[in-house]
């Protein structure tokens, strides 16, 4: 079983910074791809960012490169998503998910592993 646990989300002004973390316990996550996603109401789930859990590469959408940036800590089994400059069309739920295997994929459905999301909210 795997457990992912996001935390760090909450209301920030337009402009301003947060920093999400998602605690992965388990399974070994030796070799797997570590994702963000978000969905806003009434719209589809989002692909944000993903990065190799043993290596540096990472790979964004463009609505949030040169704002967002992906990190992991291998040693606390942590990713964290660095968002900066934030907008209120950046508001929505965010989730941390997880995959074995070594492609950097924005598709969901390629993530088998889920957390509950953590709330962030932008203010115009």
């Known amino acids: 079983q795997v457990q992912l646990v996001e935390s760090g989300g909450g209301l920030v002004q337009a402009g301003g910074s947060l920093r999400l973390s998602c605690a992965a316990s388990?399974?070994?996550?030796?070799?797997?791809?570590m994702a963000w996603f978000r969905q806003a109401p009434g719209k589809e789930r989002e692909f944000v960012a993903a990065?190799?859990?043993?290596?540096?590469?990472?790979y964004y959408s463009d609505s949030v490169k040169g704002r967002f940036t992906i990190s992991r800590d291998n040693v606390k089994n942590t990713v964290y998503l660095q968002m900066n400059s934030l907008k209120p069309e950046d508001t929505a739920v965010y989730s941390c998910?997880?995959?074995?295997?070594?492609?950097?994929?924005?598709?969901?459905?390629?993530?088998?592993?889920w957390g509950q999301g953590t709330q962030v909210t932008v203010s115009s």
């Open positions: 998910a997880a995959r074995r295997g070594a492609k950097l994929t924005s598709l969901p459905y390629e993530y088998a592993y």
């Open positions: 388990g399974r070994s996550f030796s070799s797997n791809i």
């Open positions: 990065i190799k859990w043993s290596g540096s590469s990472s």
